[in-house]
């Protein structure tokens, strides 16, 4: 089992930059897979970028290809998101999550097993 709990949320004008962070507790040294997603009013949760623990680069979404950034402290066992330029498309409730004891990741939120609650972000124009 994982616990997790995002913060870092909040409301900022495009351009500006928010750092997510999801704190993880449990049993994280069984964690393979980590991921970002967010969900906007009536839309379908989305993958915007997942990182593999023991190897491989980070993955990202098109969409937010160049201006999100994921990272891993794995000391504190805290994931983040690092999120520059945004846009008021950005805005959305965004969630952290994790899947143990896999040989690959992915962003399709069916693959993952442990969920944060969310934090909102809400980009104005």
């Known amino acids: 089992q994982v616990q997790l709990m995002e913060s870092g949320g909040g409301s900022v004008q495009a351009g500006g930059s928010l750092r997510l962070s999801c704190a993880a507790s449990g049993d994280t040294r069984s964690v393979d897979c980590w991921g970002w997603f967010r969900q906007a009013r009536g839309k379908e949760r989305e993958g915007v970028a997942r990182i593999y623990t023991s190897a491989g680069s980070p993955f990202y979404a098109e969409s937010v290809k160049g201006r999100l950034t994921i990272s891993q402290d794995n000391a504190n066992n805290t994931l983040y998101l690092q999120m520059n330029s945004l846009k008021p498309e950005d805005t959305a409730m965004y969630y952290c999550?994790?899947?143990?004891?896999?040989?690959?990741?992915?962003?399709?939120?069916?693959?993952?097993?442990?969920w944060g609650q969310g934090t909102q972000v809400s980009v104005s124009s």
């Open positions: 999550a994790t899947r143990l004891y896999v040989y690959y990741c992915t962003t399709d939120p069916a693959f993952f097993e442990f």
